[in-house]
């Protein structure tokens, strides 16, 4: 690529901790993982020097990678990972029965981005009971009210500042705050959830520099709860790129193996096979593509479709449905723990 | 009706000032009457000896009477007359090109209650544009930012406490502020525009008791929007039996009159015939129902209905129609006002 | 009333056989009633020889009355109440487990007349399943397709000319047809539905006269399911006339029952207070107008408000919240009885 | 690529005439181009033979490149093109005034598919009053009816089925279709349209294998209007690769060229800068790839990331706003031509 290609340029902050911690390895980094099902938990926290070294703001991370929700109880089992998760980081912070402030983020006219508006829609509310004289609040649930601030570009207005202001006159004891946010890689587009006590950057995925809504900037917890919903072109172009390697690999290996005959090579399942190309291979199938790195490699195509203007941001087609379901995924997890006397079924 | 009637326990807040002049006729109050078309302006001041005796705020109220809005150049008269109200007023407040937050409340979820949200979607917003220091926002438009509240018990927070944040957050100069009221007559549902300088009250016109929002309780200039797009069913029978009055009266006086028979009697718009029943009559018409004035007969069918659960509010079937149009009226002679360089036909 | 009333021009048909039950008090007609916790059903058989003289088509009518539906268990019930009485009329007529197309009439852009619409999106659709060579569907799911023709006004074909084109080409074995209905009495509106197997005629409750969906002219069984969801003004007023004569009765007994005095009396529900006034006391309360019986009351209203506009159709403003609800009661049930095997919960 | 890729397996077939005669140069077709403004409209006329060698139907296809349509008066522009096209098309096959049928194919619910359906919700119906004995249609108005078939997973029936049992009860003389597409290049998606009457298969861009609706099937010309809305993920890979050539090469000549180095390298469009690599220079850049042609790597990429369940359709996350502002460019392009009396600014 003779001339330099400015990386800072293009970078793009990432939104999910999993991202950050496949591309660096960092030693002193432990990361919990269970599994649950089908479902796979990992647990992170970033101390402040790490959090240097690695550009991710120190907490506690949370990611939850799920398959298809399309099925009534795949979703089920999600709604009871997260909800366990979200306890018991509420518990780890001491917010178990706090006043909360639950706020979505995004715009609610533009499907992907109506993640956070669409889970509000459907969190029980309590706060205004609470208010009344006369009414004494059952047992078992919290004090909860709700916003959606809408995004910048149509309200004018930052959601950081509508929500310094609500906080001013609501006095809630923690918020939490969902967000769509941008994949890194096509593998986790509407497939993980991440729950931190970081905080946000609203917009922060798509290149939009937006106030911080954090413990930090607004002197109460803030946890961020997360989902990717859409990905740039660059990502898709180099995570297939990987995948091709992947695919040459497995196929040099498997190519005179009778029993992959019987098969129709486009069906099997070619990924973690275990086997990879050497520098020699690499540059063979594709040439000095194959000397790039990982963060070399969406740099290039960063630059190579910027400038025409087509790195778009997509989602996939089926987007109405999939933010439906998430959006229910997240509120019922949020009112089964924000709400413990709540019978789960019937919200 | 043997019995006393707690008149107080129905008190319901009218809403429109064309309703209380109705009822009460106060000498020192001048009314300033205009037409356009098919179109009634209506130019009221209370000052605050009569603001007391009438129970209404002391400000400019204007009241817009319009007709059928399915025709597009009917919406395009009214668009006209209302931008240049809205207009009239702003200039003698001195509010021309300062900076305002453009307030709709209501639900979005619940159409006859959406007019606010749904006008607020197209208001033509700017604010961001004013912050960001490399643009230079062309002459003819004003700072605009906009705000949805939601409703008390969607959000738990009340439209008050979450609008006084956002003004302490975004220094607006003056809000406009959107709302759907109730009417106190089926002739005004979907049929006439308020706009006042007096302040609102979230929900006043079906009994909910809110926190006022007004120049006295926020410190800057509020301009209220209202259009009534409910009505309750006391009103329908109340309106319904002076109706009847009207036609009974019509009736007596053309029964014998050949012209008449030549027509389907159900066609003729027998209103302001120019005659009334007198007591006798009324007596042998109605009973003692007859006797009643029309605060008492109000006030009876709120007894008859209220305790059965029977006094439902009520809105045209064609409420999603209607309330895309009016919220349509509304935004675009906004729009007009705020941003005068803008084509209204584009927007 | 000196001059004669037009009757038969403001003759709007029932849509409800309850509505004409009540009117008219046939010896023949045999009315089966139950109950389930809350819940009424009246099941009526009308023969050709009852049909000519009520003027309602010959079938089996079946009516469930329920309460609020704001509560989860309620509406849980009403699915129990209505999936057994569709089953048992299905059952009945020889058509469980046959072919069948659910069609949802009405507008899905007008939210009170979405009811049909909006049910047929939450239908579980199986032909496509049972089209397919390669798939056995499971037993305990019958062959579902779904069609909605949305209103002459929108589309400009007739329901019934679509519906008869998709029939033709798909050949259900019968069809399930949901409408909203106008109600004629303010007590029914959403409370109320109705099962037959006499067919429907669509937009008939408002006026329009439009092709007949029934047996008769599509030569396949039509079952139909209604809910009144709209009301005209002048019923409301009727309604209200009776529920004060009936008041005015209750207030008469109890006057000087010191036990009435301690409660307020805005407060007490009145109705069926065992009491009527007689001829006399009605002359003296309500004059000529306590003279008329029900119909004439409605005629005259009706008389009065639809020469200038007024007899308008009025939903209640919680209307998208009703739709909503009711739909989801419409959709679970069918799809109960339809697919035996499905988990009701889940759906 | 050692072994055999089964390239009929992954045939998609092209939804676009423009991608077919990209990638086959075919001597006998001419193509007529023109501009207006910058909008470019491309006719070609498939006869038989050719039909037969490029396997697309054989008619008219007429094709409009536009730009950008967030600004109004592009949009305008769009529509006057349009316009005139489709009216030269239906001049030509003399079905001007004819009674027309207006379908939108695809979901409603979902937004990327939602095009037909959201188009036909603003074409303006008239059908209904034709048919009305007392009404005389107001010349330079069409006879048009719509209807909008749903989606076969949804609805149980074929678009086909229905479509045709309309026709057979409503006797339209031709019908127009509106559906959304795949597209085969990143550069046309939102930003073509394509006009033809030589049918539409539905779902044909994503692989499902639908009845054609075409003169052919249904027995009256049918007039197809198609926007690629999708884009699968192989196709912006392989649109990638093309550009990283097309930038590498690009590079090799302005390397040196001090001018260029005043540029942020990465602002520059580098598209049709003139310069190919050789097969020497793409095989060093990028090995084995480098030596397939356009179709190869489609094929090559589909193998990738078919089988690992990634070769998604994506669509630009700003779907509904392009949906929105599509849709209103075609209903309004539509009732220009259908009804030439019409104010097109009022529709």
Chains 1, 2, 3, 4 share one sequence.
Do not use: W
Request: with cysteine; aromatic share 6%.
């Amino acid at each position: 690529m003779g001339h330099e290609i400015d990386l800072s340029y293009f970078d793009i902050r990432c939104d999910l901790i999993s991202d950050t911690l496949e591309n660096k390895k960092i030693k002193e980094i432990k990361i919990k993982k269970k599994n649950h099902k089908s479902i796979k938990i990992e647990e992170v926290v970033i101390n402040s020097s790490v959090s240097k070294e690695i550009n991710k703001k120190p907490g506690i991370y949370t990611t939850i990678y799920f398959e298809d929700i399309t099925d009534y109880s795949n979703r089920n089992e999600v709604i009871n990972v997260l909800s366990n998760e979200l306890k018991k980081i509420l518990k780890r912070k001491k917010l178990i029965n706090k006043k909360v402030l639950v706020v979505g983020l995004g715009n609610s006219l533009s499907t992907p981005d109506a993640l956070g508006p669409k889970t509000i829609e459907n969190i029980i509310v309590t706060r205004h009971l609470f208010n009344l004289k006369e009414v004494d609040v059952e047992e078992g649930f919290s004090n909860v009210s709700v916003f959606t601030p809408g995004v910048y570009a149509s309200t004018g207005i930052e959601s950081f500042d509508s929500l310094k202001g609500i906080i001013n006159e609501t006095h809630p004891d923690y918020i939490i705050v969902i967000d769509s946010l941008a994949a890194s890689s096509i593998e986790k587009i509407n497939k993980i959830i991440q729950i931190t006590d970081s905080g946000i950057e609203p917009g922060s995925g798509i290149g939009n520099n937006r106030k911080e809504i954090s413990l930090n900037s607004l002197n109460i917890p803030v946890i961020a709860i997360g989902i990717p919903t859409v990905v740039d072109a660059a990502t898709i172009v180099k995570d297939t790129i990987n995948f091709l390697i992947e695919k040459i690999s497995y196929n040099i290996v498997n190519l005179n193996n009778p029993k992959e005959k019987l098969i129709n090579p486009n069906l099997i399942n070619y990924l973690n096979n275990g086997y990879n190309l050497d520098k020699e291979e690499k540059k063979k199938y594709l040439g000095l593509l194959g000397d790039l790195d990982d963060e070399e490699i969406k740099s290039l195509f960063l630059e190579v479709l910027s400038p025409i203007g087509y790195n778009f941001m997509v989602t996939p087609k089926e987007v109405d449905f999939l933010i439906d379901k998430l959006s229910i995924i997240l509120s019922k997890s949020i009112n089964k723990v924000l709400h413990s006397n709540l019978n789960i079924n019937n919200n």
